[in-house]
């Protein structure tokens, strides 16, 4: 039943974007109005910390549709003791055709499409709670939504603070003075990379987000079979949330986008 369950995300022209964020500024009605822009679209829990991400979804309409010139995104961390932000790397892919098995596949919305909303997140990232996407304010998104379409997100993580947990080097790991349980577990005097962090960070590295470089000091062969062949990014964002498995507890990450 899980994966029918959706929230809406408004779409409303009068929504503006930000230009100088402050969550704690509540003095002006215009201050509050931005705040209260806001909509949730993801929320977990990792490193023990509980966080939220919210969006602001900015464009116009055509007629029945809205059109998306850019997407505002900002993070909040509610409970736990690792602050986690934005790595600065956010992209979208769209599934136009779903298969007829597909829980989102509802005959009300005869041309639904799902959007898949990729954000990069890292542990010990205070400094970066809010994040453009595209991040040059000059290229309009200009993707267009209808009633009813779909809303996917998909965060993931890069290794925080490589230098201390000492995931990229393999000869000395064992001596790392923070384990990143995302990527890697302790046994003892023994620290190592899991067989699904290894799978993370190969796919990390598909999406250029770590060099071959950073693998083999890892100890990973960048021959093996997973590394041979490079992935497109879409086919890597698609391997890394796979590659989660039922190890996660469910979240919500499905949304309907409603137009005013």
Not at 212 to 220: D, F, P, Q, R, V
């Amino acid at each position: 039943m899980h994966e029918n369950l959706k929230y809406t995300l408004r779409l409303d022209e009068s929504i503006k974007e930000f230009r100088s964020f402050n969550a704690m500024n509540r003095n002006t009605i215009q201050s509050r109005a931005e705040i209260g822009d806001w909509q949730p679209i993801y929320s977990d829990i990792k490193y023990g910390t509980h966080y939220f991400l919210y969006g602001k979804f900015l464009g116009e309409k055509d007629g029945d549709d809205f059109i998306i010139n850019k997407i505002q995104l900002y993070l909040q961390n509610y409970t736990g003791s690792v602050s986690i932000g934005f790595n600065g790397y956010v992209a979208m892919d769209i599934v136009d055709q779903m298969d007829e098995n597909d829980p989102d596949n509802d005959p009300r919305y005869t041309y639904r499409k799902k959007y898949y909303l990729h954000i990069g997140l890292e542990g010990f990232k205070m400094e970066s709670k809010t994040q453009n996407y595209p991040e040059d304010h000059t290229t309009p998104l200009n993707i267009r939504l209808k009633q009813g379409d779909i809303l996917i997100t998909n965060p993931f993580f890069t290794p925080a603070i490589p230098d201390i947990s000492l995931i990229y080097d393999n000869k000395n790991r064992n001596e790392s003075n923070f384990v990143d349980d995302l990527f890697m577990e302790r046994m003892g005097e023994d620290v190592f990379i899991t067989p699904e962090g290894e799978e993370a960070l190969v796919n990390l590295y598909h999406l250029d987000l770590i060099s071959e470089e950073s693998l083999l000091t890892a100890g990973i062969d960048e021959q093996n079979e997973q590394t041979k062949t490079k992935l497109s990014k879409i086919e890597a964002y698609k391997a890394y949330k796979e590659s989660k498995g039922i190890t996660f507890a469910c979240r919500p990450e499905n949304a309907f986008f409603q137009i005013n």
